[in-house]
């Protein structure tokens, strides 16, 4: 899921459910929103993240 730094809480795209951002696990951080996208593809392919990410 990404989100923007500062960001507290997240409605999840999949299911609707509210995310507490502070509870969750960070996975990685990103400077721009390309690096980001590119972040998100890799940890998908390498490590087999599912769509639920």
Same mark, same amino acid.
């Given at each position: 899921?990404?989100?923007? /730094? =500062? ?8 299911? =609707?459910?509210? +995310?507490?951002?502070? /509870?969750?696990? /960070? +996975? ?19 490590? =087999?993240?599912?769509a639920?990410?």
């Open positions: 899921m990404l989100t923007a /730094k =500062g960001q507290k809480t997240k409605i999840c795209p999949y299911c =609707g459910t509210h +995310v507490d951002l502070l /509870k969750a696990q /960070k +996975v990685a951080s990103a400077a721009d929103p390309f690096e980001a996208s590119e972040i998100l593809r890799r940890l998908k392919s390498e490590q =087999g993240f599912s639920k990410l």
